[in-house]
């Protein structure tokens, strides 16, 4: 069963293999990420912040629990249905595109664990800025954390098994026409499946060029979830401030 469709990312988001896959993330590391972040941030006591492309809600839910006003949004409908569990009077989740604005103002908008660049129209890149642009008050910040494209290429690890739930993950990894392509492979009680993850190469500079374009201002650039130094070559994130 071939799920590989033009907008990947729909099918294989919304697919359940897709959290099995990635089941064992680093929650502490996320948190630390968040209590990092808005700690530098400053955000206001009860501040609104957007989580974008929240996926199941794990960065929402803790968001939540330190006492903000969270609207986390994702395209896969399975996700905010699973998200929607966790609702409270200062936390909802909802359906949406990232590329549109979501007419709302926040304090923040974050787009976190290189939700960006998926896209198979160059301008819904630079869309999706001008859409968190749009969605901050004032004072806001906007975030996107990306992985360090430089450093992904290097250190690219061809091919590998992953076994999760007793289903053997066949992954290879390339890059091509500027994107880092991953396929994956497997099969579950006697169905083959197949999916792509396809990701643009962004670098720091076409972050940089991308914001000129819509008019945001990039603030700082940190290489990590401790918002250390950015390296080129040897950082493993991009974790971008802007306003």
Not at 9 to 18: L, V
Not at 167 to 190: A, C, L, M, P, S
């Amino acid at each position: 069963m071939n799920k590989d469709t033009t907008q990947w990312y729909a099918s294989w988001f919304d697919s359940p293999f897709y959290h099995i896959l990635y089941k064992d993330r680093d929650h502490e590391e996320a948190h630390q990420f968040m209590d990092n972040l808005t700690n530098y941030l400053n955000l206001p006591e009860n501040g609104k912040i957007l989580d974008l492309a929240c996926g199941k809600g794990r960065h929402s839910v803790y968001l939540n629990s330190l006492g903000y006003d969270v609207t986390g949004v994702d395209l896969s409908a399975n996700s905010i249905a699973y998200a929607k569990q966790y609702e409270n009077e200062t936390l909802h989740f909802d359906v949406h595109d990232m590329c549109k604005p979501y007419n709302e103002k926040f304090d923040a908008v974050f787009n976190l664990f290189t939700s960006f660049g998926y896209f198979d129209k160059e301008a819904d890149n630079f869309n999706t800025i001008k859409a968190i642009k749009e969605d901050l008050n004032e004072f806001g910040f906007g975030v996107i954390d990306f992985m360090n494209t430089d450093f992904i290429i290097e250190n690219l690890v061809p091919e590998d098994v992953k076994t999760v739930e007793g289903i053997e993950f066949h992954q290879k990894r390339y890059v091509r026409d500027g994107y880092i392509v991953k396929n994956i492979e497997f099969t579950h009680k006697g169905e083959d499946f197949q999916f792509q993850e396809r990701v643009k190469a962004f670098s720091l500079k076409d972050f940089e060029a991308l914001f000129e374009e819509a008019g945001v201002y990039l603030l700082d650039v940190f290489g990590d979830y401790k918002l250390r130094k950015f390296y080129k070559a040897t950082s493993e994130r991009i974790v971008m401030i802007f306003k």
